[in-house]
């Protein structure tokens, strides 16, 4: 398991990864998202839906992987948007991948 699987499977345990479009959405209502996960195959409509959330509040989005790539990363099924509620994590992330800049 590489760097990047390890820690979205840690954070998705420790319930700091929102995994969906609903669940994310009520992270950025309840002003819990860090940062967000926009996997490359997510369709366009929840794409746009999500940038302009994350615009409003000033959070970083990277587009990252596909949707199935991310199901199998949490064992569930495929899934395109994820949400960081822990700034750790997130930051992490970023490293491991090699981007601080994101979609914002």
């Given at each position: ?78 899934t395109g948007i994820l949400g960081f509620q822990d700034r ?17």
């Amino acid at each position: 398991m590489n760097k990047v699987e390890g820690i979205l499977g840690l954070a998705f345990k420790a319930k700091k990864l929102l995994v969906g479009e609903t669940e994310v959405l009520l992270g950025f209502k309840r002003g819990k998202i860090e940062g967000v996960i926009l996997a490359v195959n997510t369709s366009e409509k929840q794409k746009k839906k999500i940038e302009l959330l994350a615009k409003e509040q000033g959070t970083l989005v990277v587009n990252w992987g596909t949707k199935e790539e991310i199901g199998r990363i949490l064992n569930r099924r495929p899934t395109g948007i994820l949400g960081f509620q822990d700034r750790g994590f997130w930051q992490k992330f970023l490293k491991e991948i090699g981007n601080d800049q994101g979609v914002n």
